[in-house]
């Protein structure tokens, strides 16, 4: 059974930063491109970040660039999002995530930026 | 900025049919954006149900089904059981600049 386990979520200052992590397990981790979706609370799903299977091409919405950074380590079956310079409209609900052919979500962890 | 426009919220009856459609502020959606369609119930993570306009994955309902409808895509419900009511997302890949957006979203109410 595939499953994704993001952890690192929680409670942190305007301006602060945290570190997201996804944990993969029952699949060939390395051979699949990797996203952050992230959702506030009541609002829609909004992407975030891409990651190619080797870690070589990388995108970010505009709004995030300059502030998070996704990276990923196949030898760990992971991959995770640096997030600083944080601010409230980050608060949200993160998700690791792949669709295409084969499409698997975790649970999600909660990001709050508040003071 | 690009937008993905759908219905916000839609109501069928149970055993009807209904279908979403997802719209692109650039134009006409292609098979190029490479489709999908998320299923998301309340209190839980998005679950997929169709990729690449019309393809299902294993567990999608057999009443589901993706298409292209005058330039947008579209996400049809035949057959609406109660288990059908959530909220879905389209999602579209823009190429040129290698990003994706999702759709506002589509509230399906089964009543």
């Known amino acids: 059974e595939v499953q994704l386990v993001e952890s690192g979520g929680g409670l942190v200052k305007p301006g602060g930063s945290l570190r997201l992590s996804c944990t993969a397990s029952?699949?060939?981790?390395?051979?699949?491109?990797m996203n952050w979706v992230r959702q506030a609370p009541g609002k829609g799903l909004e992407w975030v970040s891409s990651?190619?299977?080797?870690?070589?091409?990388?995108y970010y919405v505009d709004s995030v660039k300059g502030r998070f950074t996704i990276s990923r380590d196949n030898a760990k079956n992971s991959m995770y999002l640096q997030m600083d310079s944080l601010r409230a409209e980050d608060t949200a609900v993160y998700y690791c995530?792949?669709?295409?052919?084969?499409?698997?979500w975790g649970q999600g962890t909660l990001v709050t930026v508040s003071s | 900025q690009t937008v993905v426009t759908q219905e916000p919220s839609l109501t069928v009856s149970p055993g009807g049919t209904v279908t979403l459609t997802c719209a692109s502020s650039?134009?006409?959606?292609?098979?190029?954006?490479?489709p999908n369609w998320f299923q998301q119930k309340p209190g839980q993570a998005p679950r997929a149900v169709i990729y690449?306009?019309?393809n299902k994955h294993s567990w999608t309902p057999a009443r589901f089904s993706g298409s292209l409808l005058g330039g947008k895509a579209a996400l049809t419900l035949s057959g609406v059981q109660p288990e059908d009511e959530a909220e879905y997302y389209c999602?579209?890949?823009?190429?040129?600049?290698?990003?994706?957006?999702f759709g506002t979203g589509t509230k399906v109410t089964v009543l």
């Open positions: 995530a792949r669709w295409g052919a084969d499409a698997y």
């Open positions: 029952g699949l060939t981790f390395s051979d699949y491109k």
């Open positions: 990651i190619s299977s080797s870690g070589t091409y990388i």
């Open positions: 650039t134009g006409a959606v292609t098979s190029d954006y490479y």
């Open positions: 690449s306009t019309s």
């Open positions: 999602l579209l890949y823009y190429g040129t600049t290698q990003v994706y957006v």
